[in-house]
């Protein structure tokens, strides 16, 4: 079985910036990977062996960004589900941060913020964490064919983004185009 | 319709603009198969130490599981090696359990004390550790009794011990005193004989030892057992962000250090007792007084009770006796006296 310090040390920075994308704060971030490691080692005996156990990392991360998601929320008085994208909107990045990043990364990041957190999911486990859509369905206890719909859904709203059509086609039309 | 490697590229450029810290929590090895563990590896290696240091020791395994003697001894004043069928006590160090443990003695202002984290005392105290106590009445001359206790004092400050406990009954027709004093484990026997071998009368001695290696091995395996939990709580304490994570670990950390503390407690203990043996001496001019202090039980207690219940019934009717024999002679006198007067008085009146 493969060790708890090795899977820390080899996915601890792709689970970070995975509950990153889906929370868009640093620290609110570090808090639920910290959170969901503490689970996984509590649990540790719980963790499947072979594919699964990717996917059953990953339900973890996931749920510790979601129950951080929704605790913010109680706090605030928002309902869950689409009034997500007032809560998120509220971390917008302060000015600095946003200088510091790439436009690129900017428009991203705002247009993962207007997505709902059942569509934001899914996308970033599927096109960042690498998961296949069995995995995802897995890490967010869903069946793979509503995974498939969300992930159609989450495509069709970013294609829809003014802010990722620039970013959306090759670098060299890009460049003819600027 | 954006690709799919245009949103796995433009997830990677948003990701990329959030550096990753270090990971705050270090999970610590886990899972590993029992053979791959350290605690059956260290009891192993412990039992094979015991086992070992068992039967290499002189005597090999003892058969009972204590050695204890108190036996009287016939001599006399000046007797000076003590001969006569001293018990010594030898192959006590090989015991295992029972026996009187000496319990712990408070000691006295000024007395040397263990050093704080002292662990090994004596050789092959990482292996042995044995409780050595023992008792030895001893008879001086008329009027020596202070200065033997000065003698004693002296002894035992010559192999770095300390009297813990001390009283003594010098007025009276039957001065006696009685110390307790604590004397390296490694010097109990040295002390014993020296004891011995002053111009005393040893009337009766007691030599008991137990062995507590196992239960401080087990004490000092706990207490690293935890110290090693305690590193893990605070390295996940250290990288705790909420509130409510810093609470949980920390009552945690405070969980783990009060049982450090009461094994630590534990462990000091132990190692006092076994690194200084306790020698009980009692001294007086008469033999009575040192078995004075002795409480009898059972059957000697209930035979001493009933030889002391006749002698004191003759005593009380000899001491009796004497007054009623008085008051038979005065009676008698006075019965005579009586008869006289009445036989003068009848001739009169005839």
Same mark, same amino acid.
Request: hydrophobic share 40%; charged share 25%; aromatic share 6%.
């Given at each position: 079985?493969?060790?708890?310090?090795?899977?820390?040390?080899?996915?601890?920075?792709?689970?970070? +910036?995975?509950?990153?994308?889906?929370?868009?704060?640093?620290?609110?971030?570090?808090?639920?990977?910290?959170?969901?490691?503490?689970?996984?080692?509590?649990?540790?005996?719980?963790?499947?062996?072979?594919?699964?156990?990717?996917?059953?990392?990953? +339900?973890?991360?996931?749920?510790?960004?979601?129950?951080?998601?929704?605790?913010?929320?109680?706090?605030?008085?928002?309902?869950?589900?689409?009034?997500?994208?007032?809560?998120?909107?509220?971390?917008?990045?302060?000015?600095?941060?946003?200088?510091?990043?790439?436009?690129?990364?900017?428009?991203?990041?705002?247009?993962?913020?207007?997505?709902?957190?059942?569509?934001?999911?899914?996308?970033?486990?599927?096109?960042?964490?690498?998961?296949?859509?069995?995995?995802?369905?897995?890490?967010?206890?869903?069946?793979?064919?509503?995974?498939?719909?969300?992930?159609?859904?989450?495509?069709?709203?970013?294609?829809?983004?003014?802010?990722?059509?620039?970013?959306?086609?090759?670098?060299?039309?890009?460049?003819?185009?600027? | 319709?954006?690709?799919?490697?245009?949103?796995?590229?433009?997830?990677?450029?948003?990701?990329?603009?959030?550096?990753?810290?270090? @990971?705050?929590?270090?999970?610590? $090895?886990?899972?590993?198969?029992?053979?791959?563990?350290?605690?059956?590896?260290?009891?192993?290696?412990?039992? !094979?130490?015991?086992?070992?240091?068992?039967?290499?020791?002189?005597?090999?395994?003892?058969?009972?599981?204590?050695?204890?003697?108190?036996?009287?001894?016939? /001599?006399?004043?000046?007797?000076?090696?003590?001969? /006569? /069928?001293?018990?010594?006590?030898?192959?006590?160090?090989?015991?295992?359990?029972?026996?009187?443990?000496?319990?712990?003695?408070?000691?006295?202002?000024?007395? @040397? $004390?263990?050093?704080?984290?002292?662990?090994?005392?004596?050789?092959?105290?990482?292996?042995?550790?044995?409780?050595?106590?023992?008792?030895?009445?001893?008879?001086?001359?008329?009027?020596?009794?202070?200065?033997?206790? $000065? %003698?004693?004092?002296?002894?035992?400050?010559?192999?770095?011990?300390?009297?813990?406990?001390?009283?003594?009954?010098?007025? =009276?027709?039957?001065?006696?005193?009685?110390?307790?004093?604590? &004397?390296?484990?490694?010097?109990?026997?040295?002390?014993?004989?020296?004891?011995?071998?002053? *111009? !005393?009368?040893?009337?009766?001695?007691?030599?008991?030892? *137990?062995?507590?290696?196992?239960?401080?091995?087990?004490?000092?395996? #706990?207490?690293?057992?935890? *110290?090693?939990?305690?590193?893990?709580?605070?390295?996940?304490?250290?990288?705790? %962000?909420?509130?409510?994570?810093?609470?949980?670990?920390? #009552?945690? &950390?405070?969980?783990?250090?009060? #049982?450090?503390?009461?094994?630590?407690? #534990?462990?000091?203990?132990?190692?006092?007792?076994?690194?200084?043996?306790?020698?009980?001496?009692?001294?007086?001019?008469?033999?009575?007084? !040192?078995?004075?202090?002795?409480?009898?039980?059972?059957?000697? *207690?209930?035979?001493?009770?009933?030889?002391? /219940?006749?002698?004191?019934?003759?005593?009380?009717?000899?001491?009796?006796?004497?007054?009623?024999?008085?008051?038979?002679? &005065?009676?008698?006198?006075?019965?005579?006296?009586?008869?006289? =007067?009445?036989?003068?008085?009848? %001739?009169?009146?005839?």
């Amino acid at each position: 079985m493969e060790d708890l310090d090795d899977w820390l040390r080899r996915d601890y920075p792709t689970a970070y +910036r995975t509950a990153c994308l889906v929370l868009r704060d640093p620290v609110d971030a570090q808090d639920a990977v910290q959170e969901a490691f503490l689970r996984v080692w509590r649990f540790r005996d719980a963790i499947p062996e072979g594919e699964g156990r990717k996917a059953w990392l990953y +339900r973890v991360v996931v749920n510790a960004c979601v129950s951080r998601v929704r605790a913010d929320q109680s706090r605030t008085g928002k309902d869950v589900g689409d009034a997500l994208l007032g809560t998120v909107q509220d971390r917008a990045p302060q000015p600095d941060e946003r200088a510091e990043r790439s436009a690129c990364a900017g428009a991203v990041l705002e247009a993962l913020a207007e997505l709902p957190e059942t569509l934001r999911v899914p996308l970033v486990l599927r096109f960042y964490a690498g998961l296949s859509e069995k995995e995802i369905a897995v890490a967010i206890d869903r069946r793979p064919g509503t995974v498939k719909s969300r992930l159609y859904d989450a495509r069709q709203r970013l294609a829809a983004d003014p802010r990722l059509r620039a970013w959306a086609i090759p670098v060299d039309d890009q460049e003819a185009v600027l | 319709m954006l690709s799919d490697e245009d949103l796995q590229r433009l997830l990677a450029e948003a990701a990329g603009s959030f550096a990753v810290p270090e @990971p705050a929590v270090e999970v610590p $090895q886990v899972g590993k198969p029992v053979w791959q563990r350290r605690w059956p590896q260290a009891a192993a290696a412990a039992a !094979v130490l015991i086992v070992g240091t068992l039967l290499l020791a002189p005597g090999g395994l003892p058969a009972g599981s204590n050695d204890t003697a108190i036996k009287r001894v016939p /001599g006399s004043i000046g007797d000076a090696d003590g001969a /006569g /069928g001293l018990s010594s006590g030898a192959g006590t160090t090989g015991g295992t359990t029972g026996g009187t443990t000496g319990g712990v003695l408070a000691p006295v202002a000024g007395a @040397p $004390q263990p050093v704080e984290g002292f662990v090994t005392g004596p050789p092959g105290a990482d292996t042995a550790r044995v409780v050595k106590t023992g008792t030895l009445s001893l008879v001086v001359d008329e009027g020596k009794v202070a200065s033997t206790v $000065q %003698r004693l004092q002296v002894l035992v400050s010559a192999v770095r011990g300390y009297v813990a406990d001390s009283t003594s009954q010098e007025s =009276g027709d039957h001065p006696s005193a009685s110390l307790t004093v604590r &004397v390296p484990v490694e010097s109990f026997d040295t002390v014993r004989n020296q004891v011995r071998a002053l *111009k !005393v009368k040893v009337v009766a001695e007691s030599a008991n030892g *137990k062995d507590i290696t196992a239960t401080y091995a087990d004490t000092q395996a #706990q207490i690293q057992s935890l *110290k090693a939990a305690r590193a893990r709580y605070l390295t996940i304490l250290g990288g705790a %962000r909420t509130i409510s994570e810093t609470l949980t670990v920390q #009552q945690r &950390v405070d969980e783990v250090q009060q #049982q450090i503390d009461r094994l630590e407690g #534990q462990r000091r203990v132990l190692a006092d007792q076994s690194d200084y043996g306790t020698l009980t001496l009692t001294v007086a001019e008469t033999a009575d007084e !040192v078995f004075a202090t002795e409480a009898p039980s059972g059957w000697s *207690k209930a035979w001493d009770d009933a030889k002391h /219940g006749f002698s004191s019934g003759v005593q009380s009717l000899i001491a009796g006796s004497g007054r009623t024999l008085l008051v038979l002679l &005065v009676g008698a006198f006075l019965l005579l006296l009586g008869r006289a =007067g009445w036989r003068l008085a009848r %001739r009169r009146l005839v």
